[in-house]
C-alpha cells in the first residue's frame, strides 16, 4: 500500500478566517461542490481536493486504503501550513472524513460527512465494480451512477452540472478508479466510531440509496458528538443537487460548533 499524493484547489475565502476542506464522491472531482462553493466561502476560507485519477488528481496504479487517502490528504494540508480544518466530504470523501477524525485527530476540529457511512457496501460489490472498470471502462458506469447519484428531478434542476459530473466520471483514470473501490471494498471503521470525539453531523438525502438514514443514524450515534440531518429531495450528491440547502446545514453545523 502507499499514501496518494492529493491535489488541493487553491484556498479561496477571508483571509484568516477557519479553512474548511472539501471532499469528493467517487467518480467526480471538486466541481461537485462548484454551486456550493460562494456560499461557504462567503464565511470560511476554502479549498477542495480531487480523488487520485479525478479531475485533477494524479492517476495511479498502486493500491490504497481509504486512511492512506486521508494521510495523503493531511500531508497536503499540513505542507500548506495548515494546523486545524473543518472538514466536509461526500461519499468516499465522507469516509476519507471519519479515517481523517481518527488518524489525524489534531487536524480536524469538526466533520460533516455527507451521503456516506462507516461502511458502504459490500466488498463483493465493490471488488465486481473495479473489474467492469478495469474491463469496460468507466464509461459503463454512466446510466448507473446517474441513477445513483440523483433524485427525480435534480438533473433537470441542474442539467450543466450534472452533465459535467458525468464527464467527469467518463473521464476519469480506470485503474484510479478502479483502486478506489478496492480501497471501499476494505473500508469498515464501524467499530472505531467511539473514538472520534470532534463534533460530526451525518448529512444524508432524502433518496440516497448509497447511503441512507440509517448510514447517518449509526454515524451519529456512534461518534461521540453526533448529529443527523437530512438534505429533503436530493440522493447522493447533495451539494449538487441542492447547493443552498447542503451550504445551509452546513453553515448551521459549523456555526453551532464554533459557538459551543
Not at 101 to 106: E, M
Not at 110 to 127: D, F, H, K, M, Y
Not at 214 to 236: I, L, N, T, Y
Amino acid at each position: 500500500m502507499t499514501t496518494p499524493s492529493i491535489h488541493l484547489t487553491p484556498t479561496v475565502g477571508p483571509e484568516g478566517a477557519p479553512l474548511l476542506v472539501l471532499g469528493p464522491s467517487l467518480g467526480t472531482s471538486t466541481i461537485l461542490w462548484e454551486t456550493a462553493l460562494p456560499l461557504l466561502s462567503a464565511h470560511y476560507r476554502v479549498c477542495a481536493w480531487d480523488l487520485p485519477g479525478h479531475g485533477a488528481g494524479p492517476a495511479t496504479t498502486e493500491p490504497f486504503t481509504v486512511g492512506e487517502l486521508a494521510d495523503g490528504l493531511a500531508a497536503a494540508l499540513r505542507d500548506r501550513g495548515e494546523q486545524s480544518i473543518l472538514y466536509a466530504g461526500v461519499s468516499l470523501g465522507g469516509a476519507t472524513g471519519l479515517e481523517l477524525a481518527l488518524r489525524h485527530p489534531d487536524l480536524v476540529a469538526a466533520a460533516a460527512i455527507v451521503a456516506s457511512g462507516a461502511q458502504l457496501g459490500t466488498p463483493e460489490a465493490w471488488r465486481e465494480r473495479a473489474e467492469t472498470v478495469r474491463a469496460q471502462s468507466t464509461s459503463s458506469l454512466i446510466i448507473p451512477s446517474a441513477q445513483r447519484w440523483f433524485a427525480p428531478g435534480s438533473m433537470e434542476r441542474e442539467p450543466d452540472l450534472s452533465g459535467r459530473l458525468l464527464h467527469v466520471l467518463q473521464n476519469a483514470d480506470d485503474e484510479s478508479y478502479a483502486r478506489c473501490c478496492e480501497a471501499l471494498a476494505d473500508y469498515d471503521v464501524r467499530d472505531r466510531l467511539g473514538e472520534i470525539r470532534m463534533p460530526v453531523l451525518a448529512l444524508w438525502g432524502e433518496h440516497d440509496a448509497v447511503a441512507p438514514e440509517a448510514k447517518a443514524d449509526e454515524m451519529a450515534r456512534g461518534v461521540a458528538d453526533g448529529r443527523a440531518v437530512m438534505v429533503p429531495g436530493v440522493a447522493h450528491l447533495p451539494p449538487a443537487e441542492d447547493a443552498a440547502a447542503t451550504a445551509a446545514a452546513l453553515l448551521g453545523f459549523f456555526g453551532s460548533v464554533r459557538k459551543d
